[in-house]
């Protein structure tokens, strides 16, 4: 009886840690953002515009890290995060509209 009621409580606690704060997590940008779907091309554009100077015109690394197979070390919350938090200086933060940030996404993931 007792068993069962810490197992219920134990599953419980499984699912709001597995299901509902991930679900919190994501802010109505990024779930906007993700509901987009991006252009390569416009992303490269963006890219060169506004990352090219620190992660380099191919994204090859400068002073900011070599891009390739970043898809892989990040999932797509984190690399939203990671362009509009600023918490990781000197990479300031960006503002993209949820279509910019939709074709920088498109742009990032093909860089395998
Ligand atoms: C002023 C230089 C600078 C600019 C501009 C810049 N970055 Fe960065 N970026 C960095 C640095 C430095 C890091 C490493 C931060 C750390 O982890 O400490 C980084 C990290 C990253 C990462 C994570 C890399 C990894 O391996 O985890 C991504 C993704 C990224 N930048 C994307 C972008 C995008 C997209 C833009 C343009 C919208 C951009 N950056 C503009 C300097 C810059």
């Known amino acids: 009886m007792v068993a069962g009621l810490v197992l219920a409580a134990a599953a419980a606690c499984i699912a709001l840690v597995l299901v509902v704060l991930p679900a919190a997590r994501s802010d109505p940008y990024t779930r906007q953002t993700l509901e987009l779907s991006g252009s390569v091309e416009h992303g490269a554009l963006l890219f060169r515009l506004n990352c ?3 992660h380099g015109i191919a994204a090859q690394g400068l ?3 070599d891009l390739h197979g ?4 990040k999932n797509q919350r984190q690399l ?3 362009v509009v938090s600023g918490r990781t200086p ?3 933060s960006f503002q993209p509209e949820p279509q910019a940030m939709a074709d920088l996404l498109a742009y990032l993931n093909g860089l395998v």
């Open 70 to 73: 970043v898809a892989e070390r």
């Open 63 to 65: 002073v900011g890290p």
């Open 52 to 54: 090219a100077g620190c």
């Open 80 to 82: 939203i995060r990671q």
């Open 90 to 92: 000197p990479m300031p």
